[in-house]
């Protein structure tokens, strides 16, 4: 019997051969991305001693090696039990007889933030991308989370929060990448369709409240325990997936360029987002060039792993100068930087729907709308546009759901708009950044909180409105915000999968 490995989650399967119209159980990419393997005698101890070290970890999670967001080093494991108690009280995952089945993971990290002998890790995928620019067979574009730029540094001797996105731009640039590109553009992308999206079903009657669909964790639990929500959720993709599918059509067409050679690289706070890339949803540039085999998005580092990358090349953090995004896709607007706080995606996306429904730039009130700012785990706010009133809600952390849906079955629910993020925080707390032992995990998120309000506040674009590259690319090739194409390429649609309940 042969053994056949996926190339971008690893999962490994035992056949004589693959059926034509195979895909991968985990992260359904087709035959063709799976390479057979030989495995040697060590290997196999080594797996077997593996297998026996987990089975006496009963009070930890169990991480299974097809997981591809994050894997665990068995021996560091201290069996103390506090990643299955954050994965079942603070992620809301549910671990109903878990003595004979597992849960599935929603792969939000939060086991690893939390994990106190670093038994649990990010899966990492930094090798094979720089093994790739060393070959210099491909395009490599990268884009970088907003997240990612006050929380990098910290692990190069700065103080926690420390902006800096100049300074990241520059080391990208000395690893390979031939094109550097911001998340935040994907961002303001996002804020264009929902705020859009959320005008059109208020207007349309349509299903009220509309949920945020940016946070993959929050995307697969709903998928899982929520499905009845679905109908609720934005249809709207991630920044990084309405990124990487512009970057493979719009991008490739400006710049003359074959998409197949682009290899997209992403560099974000989120280890779910290693799992999203791979959903079957998002493979928009295979369906507008009307070829197989092209995935919006390649690779997916975290910030940690970015770490690892600039160290190991030798480049010195401190003395590097700042440098600029690449232009075409380049920096987005205040709104977009936000999105990495909890309460910035309804932040930003009120600042686009005011401008939507009246016509006109929102006041100071909306472009520093503390209402929906810090760490409670669920915020309320109540905003007047046109003398409409529009109550909305910020939840992190998937166990406050519970209580929203409660409050919908009874028909109790008045809000219009709600953000989820699963990170307290948001994303600038995920489970690929930095994780600094000995100091109070909220005093970090809100430095980091802090570096990214900062940076919206001195911007002098604060609206995804507003935003010249975004207005180019609706004129030169979307046309308008919910655009037939838009909705080909920016939007998408969710299934129950509850029938997965345990994996």
């Not at 991305?33 to 070290?53: G, H, N, Q, T, V």
């Not at 990612?148 to 692990?155: I, N, Y």
């Not at 997209?264 to 987002?273: D, H, S």
Request: hydrophobic share 35%.
């Amino acid at each position: 019997m042969k053994k056949f490995k996926c190339k971008i989650c690893g999962y490994v399967i035992e056949a004589e051969n693959l059926p034509n119209d195979f895909a991968c159980p985990m992260c359904e990419v087709s035959r063709e991305l799976f390479e057979e393997i030989e495995e040697k005698k060590e290997e196999k101890k080594l797996e077997k001693r593996i297998e026996l070290i987990e089975d006496k970890n009963d009070k930890c999670i169990r991480v299974s090696k097809n997981n591809p967001s994050i894997t665990k080093v068995v021996e560091n494991c201290i069996n103390c039990g506090l990643c299955k108690k954050v994965c079942k009280e603070k992620v809301g995952v549910n671990y109903e007889d878990d003595e004979v089945k597992v849960p599935v993971c929603i792969n939000c990290g939060q086991c690893v933030a939390n994990c106190p002998k670093d038994a649990l890790r990010p899966k990492q995928t930094y090798r094979y991308v720089r093994e790739l620019i060393s070959k210099n067979e491909n395009i490599m574009v990268v884009s970088t989370a907003p997240a990612v730029r006050v929380s990098l540094a910290e692990e190069f001797g700065y103080e926690i929060g420390t902006f800096a996105e100049g300074k990241m731009i520059t080391a990208l640039r000395k690893l390979g990448f031939d094109y550097v590109l911001d998340v935040t553009f994907g961002a303001d992308l996002t804020i264009m369709e929902e705020a859009q999206e959320f005008v059109n079903r208020i207007k349309n009657g349509g299903r009220l409240p509309q949920f945020t669909s940016c946070c993959p964790a929050w995307v697969k639990y709903a998928e899982i325990y929520y499905p009845e929500l679905l109908p609720y959720i934005s249809t709207c993709k991630s920044p990084i997936s309405m990124q990487g599918s512009i970057i493979k059509t719009y991008f490739c067409e400006k710049m003359d360029i074959n998409p197949k050679k682009i290899v997209n690289v992403v560099v974000v706070p989120c280890t779910a987002k290693k799992y999203e890339i791979n959903r079957k949803e998002f493979e928009s540039a295979s369906d507008y060039w009307e070829v197989s085999g092209i995935r919006d998005n390649d690779y997916v580092i975290t910030t940690t792993e970015l770490v690892k990358m600039i160290q190991e090349a030798g480049i010195d953090f401190s003395n590097l100068e700042d440098g600029k995004y690449d232009s075409i896709l380049g920096k987005g607007s205040g709104a977009g930087v936000i999105f990495g706080n909890t309460g910035g995606v309804m932040e930003a996306a009120l600042r686009t729907a005011y401008h939507i429904l009246t016509g006109e730039v929102p006041p100071k009130k909306l472009l520093d709308f503390k209402a929906v700012r810090g760490l409670d785990g669920v915020k309320e706010a109540t905003v007047m546009i046109n003398k409409m009133k529009i109550k909305v809600a910020v939840v992190q952390g998937l166990t406050n759901i519970a209580s929203i849906v409660e409050k919908m079955n009874h028909n109790e629910l008045d809000y219009r708009f709600i953000e989820v993020m699963n990170c307290v925080g948001g994303c600038i707390g995920g489970g690929g950044q930095p994780i600094h032992k000995g100091i109070n995990k909220d005093e970090i998120r809100l430095k980091r909180i802090a570096g990214l309000y900062h940076d919206d506040k001195n911007l002098s674009i604060r609206c995804s409105f507003e935003n010249k590259d975004i207005k180019r690319v609706y004129q030169d090739f979307l046309k308008y915000p919910g655009s037939r194409l838009s909705e080909k390429l920016l939007h998408t649609r969710y299934t129950t999968k509850k029938h997965i309940f345990y994996k």
